[in-house]
């Protein structure tokens, strides 16, 4: 089961084509045609802070429901409306495009092909001969993890003319608009390139240096011009010093080394997804490396044509959760560090923003789009008021608490968020026939901001806030306290989803009297299969329901889908045991929202089976037909999760094996899955044996909840770490109890040999 190389044929004459290399923070993408191969440079801490809408006391709950209700739709625009900017100024923050650097091979030299080796994070470029000679030109690049610097080793005698291409190039009209100074390029003994000054932000310097063979490209930050240069240049002395490129290539095989050792091997008979798992946790860990800073909509990836799409800002009603969706399975929950540094250092303005609008004194109110500072982006009233975006990063910290055992979180930022994101909700609640409800709802994005883009006890919001009282519930006994009666009151007494009338029976809707009627991007009003697991889809008062559920979604298709729509759609059918269609979408993903320089892409690559590319969004809301390809990392990220969970996933914590697994893969295998508690799962299924073996060793003592396999009626055989087996039983619901007294325990799970097939 060793990781895929991952391969390019050139020409790759778009950005997001290119080769991606990162380290969290500073990125660069290698793409190019002909003779010209070109490193775009970007970082994710670029930001231009000013515009924006501050929080008001006039966005209020009391007022926002009373205009709703009076279908004062003018008075609900000026709430929520952006303040007029000034002159020069943006609408609001945006992250900013760097530019290119391009090395020109020279006459002779086409470039061909590339592959990327995973394992080690390094590639290697291929450019043919094109004027008769024997051989090729081998070019090896590497990338600095610690300096954010990309090493390209020439082969012998090739030395590449290299130019500038500062993003000012393609858009000087468009930064020049918002105040920006033309970038100064610079050339000295040791380094060229350029620096951009900010209006208002630290600079900017992108440049290169040439030393022994190769040359060393990145970007770096400083107060100034002078002082950003002055930190590029001092990259690459410290790496020069540091012992130059062979150490460079032995500090990132050590550092990529530690990182697969924990991620879990897979072995499925779909290369496809395989790619797709293995590449995309390769990027999961340029994006996310516990260093940098928290991962946006395309990260330290960005184009250098134009402001990135949506500013290549936080979305918090699903596509935040999306980037981070492989740090649990994928055993690598070191790297939701930096999301959750950058969410304590909200804590005042999201405080604020629950007084105002909820007056609430000690609650959190996350807006569903922000700048690194919680600066809300847009008037989108609907997105402001969603109080599930709080609700869902309190539930993604209590994953973490429940998947590392780690109680010093969870008492100092996990709690205590928890505890504020319920106060808003409980502010927000009345009784209504005896039970509470939330009056003013919103699934997110369905009918966009308008009039009919509201309603009482949205699906979503509700299963939200089930997630976050039985989260609170356990968090409170983890810690040796009780839980407030508050929250035991919103399990009792909140319903678990609104139901509508379906054509053969009750349906989830997407709030009071209103069901999906058309395609829509946000499985939103499902949220209670996935991601937020509230009800269990065994029990009897459920199965019809989520049955009948799910068909009137598939009814309703994705004609409206965006990429990242579709792991969503997999990881819901995975859940409900429709394999054939978890494996089917995910390779609809590839062919349909993926590049051919497998870039995760928001629109469809060619018509058919979604209208979403008719228009593209700039990043201040105009739309276009020729507005480019927009990247984002959201559906790359959600896939890997996606296949994870087809070999293993919770519900109702009770672990399941290979229920997203078509029967077809008639050899299937993965090693060290985790899920809650600590445990590493591990298991094999054959077409001739069904699942032959489970093993699970555990991180921390503890009780493991697995689905039998092999069926309620059938005893299994268990080994704990060496000792002698014996046999169990599951109980009536199939369920085996394993328990792990110890850190470092294992357990193995076999069929008694009367139940093999």
């Known amino acids: 089961?060793?990781?895929?190389?991952?391969?390019?044929?050139?020409?790759?004459?778009?950005?997001?084509?290119?080769?991606?290399?990162?380290?969290?923070?500073?990125?660069?993408?290698?793409?190019?045609?002909?003779?010209?191969?070109?490193?775009?440079?970007?970082?994710?801490?670029?930001?231009?802070?000013?515009?924006?809408?501050?929080?008001?006391?006039?966005?209020?709950f009391r007022d926002l429901r009373a205009a709703l209700e009076a279908g004062d739709e003018a008075r609900v625009k000026e709430m929520f409306a952006?303040?007029?900017?000034?002159?020069?100024?943006?609408?609001?923050?945006?992250?900013?495009?760097?530019?290119?650097?391009?090395?020109?091979l020279g006459a002779g030299l086409c470039l061909?092909?590339?592959?990327?080796?995973?394992?080690?994070?390094?590639?290697?470029?291929?450019?043919?001969?094109?004027?008769?000679?024997?051989?090729?030109?081998?070019?090896?690049?590497?990338?600095?993890?610690?300096?954010?610097?990309?090493?390209?080793?020439?082969?012998?005698?090739?030395?590449?003319?290299?130019?500038?291409?500062?993003?000012?190039?393609?858009?000087?009209?468009?930064?020049?608009?918002?105040?920006?100074?033309?970038?100064?390029?610079?050339?000295?003994?040791?380094?060229?390139?350029?620096?951009?000054?900010?209006?208002?932000?630290?600079?900017?310097?992108?440049?290169?240096?040439?030393?022994?063979?190769?040359?060393?490209?990145?970007?770096?930050?400083?107060?100034g011009p002078a002082a950003a240069r002055k930190a590029l240049c001092g990259a690459f002395d410290g790496l020069l010093a540091a012992g130059g490129l062979a150490a460079v290539r032995r500090a990132s095989a050590r550092w990529w080394r530690r990182y697969w050792a924990d991620v879990p091997r897979?072995?499925?008979?779909?290369?496809?997804?395989?790619?797709?798992?293995?590449?995309?946790?390769?990027?999961?860990?340029?994006?996310?490396r516990p260093e940098g800073v928290a991962a946006t909509l395309q990260g330290p990836w960005v184009e250098d044509d134009r402001i990135p799409p949506w500013s290549n800002d936080y979305h918090f009603n699903v596509n935040v959760q999306m980037c981070y969706a492989p740090s649990f399975h994928g055993n690598r929950l070191g790297h939701l560090a930096p999301l959750f540094r950058m969410i304590r250092s909200w804590w005042p303005r999201m405080r604020e923003n629950a007084r105002l609008y909820a007056g609430v004194e000690d609650g959190f109110l996350l807006p569903h789009a922000v700048d690194d500072r919680c600066t809300c982006m847009g008037s989108f009233w609907t997105g402001a008021v969603d109080l599930a975006c709080t609700a869902w990063i309190a539930a993604l910290m209590f994953r973490y608490v429940r998947y590392t055992g780690d109680l010093d979180f969870l008492r100092s930022d996990a709690f205590p968020f928890m505890r504020g994101a319920m106060r808003v909700l409980r502010a927000v609640m009345e009784e209504k026939d005896g039970r509470l409800s939330l009056p003013v709802t919103v699934s997110p994005e369905w009918h966009g901001d308008a009039m009919d883009a509201w309603g009482r006890d949205a699906s979503f919001q509700l299963a939200a806030g089930h997630r976050l009282a039985e989260d609170l519930v356990e968090a409170a006994r983890m810690l040796g306290g009780e839980p407030d009666p508050a929250w035991t009151d919103v399990l009792a007494r909140l319903p678990?989803?609104?139901?509508?009338?379906?054509?053969?029976?009750?349906?989830?809707?997407?709030?009071?009297?209103?069901?999906?009627?058309?395609?829509?991007?946000h499985h939103s009003h499902l949220a209670a299969i996935a991601p937020f697991d509230t009800i269990d889809l065994d029990a009897p008062e459920w199965r019809d329901v989520v049955r009948d559920s799910l068909d009137d979604w598939i009814v309703h298709g994705p004609g409206r889908w965006t990429g990242w729509c579709i792991p969503w759609a997999a990881i819901l059918h995975a859940r409900a045991g429709h394999a054939d269609a978890a494996e089917l979408w995910l390779e609809i993903m590839d062919r349909l929202y993926v590049n051919?320089?497998?870039?995760?892409?928001?629109?469809?690559?060619?018509?058919?089976?979604?209208?979403?590319?008719?228009?593209?969004?700039?990043?201040?809301?105009?739309?276009?037909?020729?507005?480019?390809?927009?990247?984002?990392?959201d559906a790359g990220m959600a896939a890997v999760a996606a296949v994870q969970e087809m070999l293993a996933h919770e519900r109702r914590g009770v672990v399941r094996l290979f229920k997203g697994a078509p029967q077809r893969w008639r050899e299937v295998e993965f090693h060290g899955i985790r899920v809650a508690g600590g445990f590493l799962v591990s298991a094999r299924r054959t077409a001739a044996h069904g699942v032959e073996w489970a093993e699970i060793r555990a991180t921390r003592a503890g009780t493991l909840l697995l689905e039998s396999p092999w069926g309620a009626g059938s005893a299994v055989q268990i080994r704990v770490s060496g000792a002698p087996s014996r046999t169990i039983r599951p109980d009536l619901r199939g369920v085996l109890a394993l328990d792990f007294v110890r850190p470092g325990a294992q357990t193995s799970v076999t069929p008694r040999p009367s139940t093999l097939r």
């Not at 044929?9 to 290399?21: A, D, Q």
């Open 82 to 104: 952006y303040p007029p900017p000034a002159p020069g100024t943006p609408p609001r923050p945006f992250n900013v495009p760097v530019g290119t650097v391009a090395f020109d």
């Open 596 to 633: 051919d320089g497998h870039g995760t892409r928001h629109n469809p690559l060619f018509p058919g089976l979604s209208v979403m590319g008719r228009c593209s969004f700039d990043a201040f809301g105009d739309d276009s037909r020729d507005g480019g390809e927009i990247m984002q990392l």
């Open 496 to 521: 678990k989803a609104t139901l509508v009338d379906g054509a053969y029976g009750p349906v989830v809707g997407l709030w009071e009297g209103t069901a999906l009627t058309e395609s829509h991007r």
């Open 266 to 288: 897979i072995g499925i008979p779909d290369d496809t997804l395989r790619r797709m798992h293995d590449f995309g946790m390769y990027k999961f860990a340029c994006l996310t």
């Open 112 to 223: 061909e092909s590339a592959a990327l080796d995973v394992e080690r994070g390094t590639a290697t470029v291929l450019a043919r001969r094109t004027d008769g000679k024997r051989g090729a030109a081998r070019i090896r690049l590497d990338f600095d993890l610690e300096r954010g610097v990309l090493c390209i080793e020439w082969p012998r005698g090739l030395a590449p003319k290299v130019s500038a291409h500062p993003a000012w190039e393609k858009m000087g009209d468009k930064l020049a608009s918002l105040s920006y100074a033309p970038p100064a390029r610079f050339r000295c003994k040791s380094a060229a390139g350029w620096t951009q000054a900010l209006p208002a932000d630290p600079a900017v310097a992108a440049g290169w240096r040439t030393e022994g063979g190769a040359t060393f490209v990145g970007a770096a930050r400083g107060a």
């Open 1 to 60: 089961m060793n990781r895929n190389l991952v391969n390019w044929i050139f020409s790759r004459p778009r950005v997001h084509e290119g080769i991606p290399f990162a380290n969290g923070v500073s990125g660069a993408l290698a793409w190019g045609e002909g003779r010209i191969l070109r490193v775009t440079l970007g970082r994710a801490d670029l930001w231009d802070h000013r515009g924006g809408m501050p929080w008001t006391a006039a966005q209020n």
